[in-house]
């Protein structure tokens, strides 16, 4: 019997298999946009790379368009740092050999007649390179040197056989002034790579993009171009003042020749902002020519040296001192001892202090530096004649606590974040709570602990600003290469260290100190200047060295500038005192007052090694006496020194 076939109907799809077939397309759907979002990141991101491998099958000419670095300028415009473009010279020997050589001879008499290049020496370079493209013969020509060759190749009527030849573009740094801000500035190293000052810090705004160019020949036999501008960088307008910066060098290069000092440095800050006008160390270098150890040792020392032994002399050569090296201030620290006992009210504005001409303090009897003592003296005149004696009171009535915490405030021991690379920050290098009476007592005059020029500077001007702490800085904008603003670094508030009626107190003390105290030789006619002298006796104690210092401000009633001298140990014969230090600070200022258009004020003090008290009485010159005596620190007998530091207490001075 026959079977009969039974005819299929259409295919009932199950629920399972719709779930199953939903997942396969949903697969695929998030596949292909996966793979879009890849092929979108690769063309945003390295489509460049991939256009170089598609036209490398191809017969096709590449090169890279160089960005121009930007330029650093001073507040004013001056150029400090610039690129310039240079070529260097590119050989093709193949073509220079193509077409039976008939391109060699023209273009090496060219060569020869534009460059001097000797025609034989050239020649046998191309014959040992006959397979070579791409030969970098010369290097950083100037347009000017190349500018006759170019000529040439472009009057082909005239010299139709002028073959093989190229010029590639780059940028070289430049600085107009060489060796001047070279501690602000720092310089580049191959590859635009910032080292030191602000070369290094903005690197990455300085530094542009790179552009290319492509050439290639399609199926048509045409030449095809395809051209990526190079994106130039950003300038860096800075705070330093040209002119203020040239005079504080001039006057850096005559007293490190005539004091002959182990370092000598000079910080000029605008208070009112943190504005840095003017930085500058003993220790300078060509910009062009940052490497040259030529001027720092003879040729047999450089002949002897390692490339270790190189690098460490040119980082110690590089180094910025007024932000990396650490020291231990001495008096100029005495005005942030007395702000902060005045500001917590551990002593008051009225408040007199007997100065007897030493404490006895944790076991040790340290002096003033007077040994006959000061007598009754007021706030004011503790800080204008220096007394030890009224400072080691002052931190026994505001206590370690106190005395530590506005410290602080008043940026000893961190970084004032300034932006410059390098920067010391003293961490370990301040005492803490924990420390003993005497290391108190010796801390309030600034012994026994460190700082850095710039962490002094920064505290001062808070304190004769009215109490605000600016941060310090050395950049004011960056401009695109067309003059737009792209960032403006205005005055950065970090904080309120004290109030008006405290910092009014201690200027006072400050201007007084000027007019009848220690730094009386620091007086500039037809100005009122204020500020503080220091000598700190360096470790180890006993030696007989000492950095001397002078911090000053003017106008008295509304700051404007800030500057700070600290010659470390002059080691001339009969300069080791302190009135020498003025004598820097007083040449740089009596340009730099009327330059900057501070008006004078009154009339001329006239400097003396004696001058009276309030009182009536005569005061004895801090560093004038027949001892050279220093902030309670000079050589005594035993136990009259300051009390050898701490596991804390270093001079890292000059490391």
Same mark, same amino acid.
């Given at each position: 019997?026959?079977?009969?076939?039974?005819?299929?109907?259409?295919?009932?799809?199950?629920?399972?298999?719709?779930?199953?077939?939903?997942?396969?397309?949903?697969?695929?759907?998030?596949?292909?946009?996966?793979?879009?979002?890849?092929?979108?990141?690769?063309?945003?991101?390295?489509? +460049?790379?991939?256009?170089?491998?598609?036209?490398?099958?191809?017969?096709?000419?590449?090169?890279?368009?160089?960005?121009?670095? +930007?330029?650093?300028?001073?507040?004013?415009?001056?150029?400090?740092?610039?690129?310039?473009?240079?070529?260097?010279?590119?050989?093709?020997?193949?073509?220079?050999?193509?077409?039976?050589?008939?391109?060699?001879?023209?273009?090496?008499?060219?060569?020869?007649?534009?460059?001097?290049? /000797?025609?034989?020496?050239?020649?046998?370079?191309?014959?040992?390179?006959?397979?070579?493209?791409?030969?970098?013969?010369?290097? *950083?020509?100037?347009?000017?040197?190349?500018?006759?060759?170019?000529?040439?190749?472009?009057?082909?009527?005239?010299?139709?056989?002028?073959?093989?030849?190229?010029?590639?573009?780059?940028?070289?740094? *430049?600085?107009?002034?060489?060796?001047?801000?070279?501690?602000?500035?720092?310089?580049?190293?191959?590859?635009?790579?910032?080292?030191?000052?602000?070369?290094?810090?903005?690197?990455?705004?300085?530094?542009?993009?790179? +552009?290319?160019?492509?050439?290639?020949?399609?199926?048509?036999?045409?030449?095809?171009?395809?051209? *990526?501008?190079?994106?130039?960088?950003?300038?860096?307008?800075?705070?330093?003042?040209?002119?203020?910066?040239?005079?504080?060098?001039?006057?850096?290069?005559?007293?490190?020749?005539?004091?002959?000092?182990?370092?000598?440095?000079?910080?000029?800050?605008?208070?009112?902002?943190?504005?840095?006008?003017?930085?500058?160390?003993?220790?300078?270098?060509?910009?062009?020519?940052?490497?040259?150890?030529?001027?720092?040792?003879?040729?047999?020392?450089?002949?002897?040296?390692?490339?270790?032994?190189?690098?460490?002399?040119?980082?110690?050569?590089?180094?910025?001192?007024?932000?990396?090296?650490?020291?231990?201030?001495?008096?100029?620290? *005495?005005?942030?001892?007395?702000?902060?006992?005045?500001?917590?009210?551990?002593?008051?504005?009225?408040?007199?202090?007997?100065?007897?001409?030493?404490?006895?303090?944790?076991?040790?009897?340290?002096?003033?530096?007077?040994?006959?003592?000061?007598?009754?003296?007021?706030?004011?005149?503790?800080?204008?004649?220096?007394?030890?004696?009224?400072?080691?009171?002052?931190?026994?009535?505001?206590?370690?606590?106190?005395?530590?915490?506005?410290?602080?405030?008043?940026?000893?021991?961190?970084?004032?974040?300034?932006?410059?690379?390098?920067?010391?920050?003293?961490?370990?290098?301040?005492?803490?709570?924990?420390?003993?009476?005497?290391?108190?007592?010796?801390?309030?005059?600034?012994?026994?602990?460190?700082?850095?020029?710039?962490?002094?500077?920064?505290?001062?001007?808070?304190?004769?600003?009215?109490?605000?702490?600016?941060?310090?800085?050395?950049?004011?904008?960056?401009?695109?290469?067309?003059?737009?603003?792209?960032?403006?670094?205005?005055?950065?508030?970090?904080?309120?260290?004290?109030?008006?009626?405290?910092?009014?107190?201690?200027?006072? +003390?400050?201007?007084?100190?000027?007019?009848?105290?220690?730094?009386?030789?620091?007086?500039?006619?037809?100005?009122?200047?204020?500020?503080?002298?220091?000598?700190?006796?360096?470790?180890?104690?006993?030696?007989?060295?000492?950095?001397?210092?002078?911090?000053?401000?003017?106008?008295?009633?509304?700051?404007?500038?800030?500057?700070?001298?600290?010659? /470390?140990?002059?080691?001339?014969?009969?300069?080791?005192?302190?009135?020498?230090?003025?004598?820097?600070?007083?040449?740089?200022?009596?340009?730099?007052?009327?330059?900057? /258009?501070?008006?004078?004020?009154?009339?001329?003090?006239?400097?003396?090694?004696?001058?009276?008290?309030?009182?009536?009485?005569?005061?004895?010159?801090?560093?004038?006496?027949?001892?050279?005596?220093?902030?309670?620190?000079?050589?005594?007998?035993?136990? /009259?020194?300051?009390?050898?530091?701490?596991?804390?207490?270093?001079?890292?001075?000059?490391?």
């Amino acid at each position: 019997m026959k079977k009969t076939r039974r005819k299929k109907g259409p295919v009932k799809f199950t629920r399972g298999m719709t779930n199953r077939l939903l997942f396969i397309f949903s697969i695929v759907v998030i596949g292909l946009v996966v793979l879009c979002g890849r092929l979108v990141y690769i063309y945003k991101n390295q489509g +460049g790379d991939y256009n170089i491998k598609v036209l490398e099958q191809q017969n096709y000419s590449n090169k890279t368009i160089p960005y121009k670095r +930007g330029d650093i300028l001073d507040r004013n415009g001056v150029v400090l740092a610039t690129s310039i473009k240079v070529y260097n010279l590119i050989l093709d020997p193949k073509i220079m050999l193509s077409d039976d050589g008939k391109y060699l001879e023209p273009t090496l008499e060219a060569l020869n007649t534009c460059f001097g290049y /000797d025609a034989n020496e050239v020649r046998q370079l191309v014959n040992e390179n006959a397979t070579r493209s791409y030969y970098v013969f010369d290097k *950083k020509l100037t347009y000017e040197q190349i500018e006759v060759f170019l000529d040439m190749q472009k009057d082909t009527d005239t010299y139709p056989n002028i073959q093989g030849v190229w010029f590639e573009s780059e940028y070289e740094r *430049k600085y107009p002034f060489n060796s001047l801000a070279c501690n602000v500035l720092g310089f580049t190293s191959s590859g635009n790579v910032g080292v030191w000052g602000i070369e290094e810090y903005y690197s990455s705004y300085l530094n542009g993009v790179d +552009g290319r160019e492509y050439g290639y020949v399609n199926n048509n036999n045409v030449m095809e171009a395809v051209k *990526k501008p190079a994106e130039n960088g950003n300038n860096i307008v800075s705070t330093i003042d040209f002119n203020v910066q040239s005079i504080v060098e001039k006057w850096v290069e005559y007293y490190t020749e005539y004091y002959e000092p182990e370092n000598l440095g000079v910080v000029i800050m605008d208070p009112r902002n943190g504005e840095v006008l003017a930085m500058a160390g003993m220790n300078s270098y060509d910009l062009n020519n940052p490497r040259d150890l030529a001027g720092y040792y003879t040729e047999e020392e450089i002949a002897a040296m390692t490339d270790e032994d190189k690098l460490d002399a040119l980082n110690k050569i590089w180094r910025n001192y007024c932000i990396s090296d650490t020291y231990e201030p001495g008096s100029t620290a *005495k005005p942030f001892t007395i702000a902060s006992a005045l500001e917590e009210g551990k002593i008051a504005s009225s408040m007199q202090f007997t100065c007897d001409g030493s404490e006895h303090v944790g076991g040790w009897n340290i002096k003033c530096h007077k040994k006959s003592g000061h007598g009754v003296i007021s706030i004011q005149q503790s800080l204008a004649y220096s007394c030890n004696d009224a400072m080691m009171q002052t931190v026994v009535a505001e206590g370690k606590d106190v005395f530590v915490d506005y410290q602080s405030r008043f940026g000893f021991g961190s970084k004032t974040r300034i932006d410059l690379p390098g920067e010391e920050s003293c961490e370990n290098l301040v005492k803490d709570a924990t420390m003993g009476d005497a290391d108190l007592a010796t801390n309030s005059f600034g012994q026994n602990f460190n700082t850095t020029m710039i962490q002094l500077a920064a505290g001062f001007s808070s304190v004769i600003n009215g109490g605000y702490y600016y941060q310090p800085h050395v950049v004011k904008q960056i401009l695109n290469e067309n003059g737009g603003i792209v960032e403006t670094f205005d005055k950065n508030l970090v904080k309120q260290v004290a109030t008006k009626e405290t910092c009014d107190i201690v200027k006072e +003390g400050l201007k007084m100190c000027v007019e009848s105290g220690t730094g009386t030789k620091g007086a500039i006619e037809g100005y009122t200047i204020s500020g503080k002298t220091g000598t700190a006796e360096k470790l180890p104690r006993g030696t007989g060295e000492y950095l001397l210092s002078f911090i000053g401000f003017a106008p008295y009633d509304s700051p404007e500038v800030v500057c700070y001298v600290v010659l /470390d140990n002059p080691r001339a014969e009969g300069k080791e005192n302190t009135s020498n230090c003025l004598d820097v600070w007083t040449s740089i200022m009596a340009e730099v007052l009327p330059y900057l /258009d501070i008006y004078k004020e009154v009339q001329e003090v006239a400097p003396g090694a004696e001058s009276e008290n309030i009182d009536g009485s005569v005061f004895e010159d801090e560093y004038n006496n027949a001892t050279n005596e220093g902030d309670g620190t000079a050589p005594q007998d035993e136990p /009259d020194r300051v009390p050898p530091a701490d596991t804390n207490t270093t001079n890292n001075s000059n490391e």
